[in-house]
């Protein structure tokens, strides 16, 4: 496996960049199938439109109804208060600048974009990888609950405490749950105190469709408001406010997604495992695993037109998302079945 692909406006590499892997690999097959993003594969089927929506401004009620749809989806606290962005991203390139010279802790590894942004902004970041010591230092930290992309959920009490720790100091705990939705009963909305805490959440993921461009931030009123500030208007088009909102009240169609998204992760586990490959961790929308032969494995099912996500710093390591159809199943299958 070369050096990754670093695209996307950034020195990091990501997920998802098939014209690096046909580029990389010499093949212009149409039909790769990417498993390298841990975006449900099987979309939120996207509603027709009134053609008023892609022409006009988004207007207060609708940004109302969006936010309304978004607290009751995301279980919220009525003491918290929150804002809709264009995607996550757009909240990790704003909170650094909310403060300057602050010591940022980050629960490590995971996504890198957190610590860079921070960095970008001038900020100290110490990143730990044992949640139960965080730095004492720290004037924010940050925690992917589940992480992106070992899996692991935060335990809610360590959570209260490390916050507690924080709150003496005015500290901010930073909690990214863009993989949560397929766990809710684990989501820091249902317990985090008012103040000195922010949730992020990302509607992408769990509904696959991360091309809308849509994220939440929740939390204290006080970082919401300057997130908000930051913002501007008009931040979230017509068109994302609108899918938003009848995707997060197809209560039935979660609901399916979930059960579907529970049998994946089981079929996908028990695939992996019987070619050797460790499974680390699984979640409802990606399984980390470990194999010595990562590079083999990964350049091996490029070659066969299947993109995993390898990880550069963590050698031994690979990410795997869902097939989609039961083609694709069977390719993966094959794929695996012959790893030399």
Known sequence: MDEPSKTYNRDIFHGGDLAWAKAQYGSQEANWIDLSTGINPNAYPVPSLNAEIWERLPGAEQERNLLQTAKAYYQMSPTHE?????????LLQILPHLRENLTV??????????????LAAGHDVIEFDDINVSPSSADVIIIVSPNNP??????????????????????????????????????????????????????????????????????DPTVIDALKSRLGPWAVSAVASEIGIQAMKDTGWISETIKKLKTDS????????????????????????????????????CKQSILVRPFPAQPDKLRFGFPKSEQDWARLEHALACIP
């Open 82 to 90: 929150i804002v809709a962005a264009p995607g996550t991203q757009s």
């Open 105 to 118: 802790g980050i629960f490590s590894p995971t996504y890198a974009e957190h610590a860079h942004c921070w």
């Open 150 to 219: 070992t899996g692991e959920i935060a335990d809610q009490q360590i959570l209260l405490d490390i916050h507690a720790k924080l709150a003496e100091k005015s500290g901010l705990l930073i909690i990214d749950e863009a993989f949560m939705d397929m766990t809710p009963q684990h989501s820091f909305c249902r317990c985090a105190p008012k103040e000195n805490v922010l949730i992020l959440k990302s509607f992408g993921k769990f509904f696959g469709l991360a091309g809308v461009r849509l994220g939440f931030a929740i939390g």
């Open 266 to 301: 089981l079929r996908l586990q028990k695939l992996l495992k019987a070619h050797k490959l460790i499974v680390k961790e699984a979640t409802g929308l990606f399984i980390f695993v470990s194999t010595p032969k990562t590079s083999t494995v990964f350049d091996h099912l």
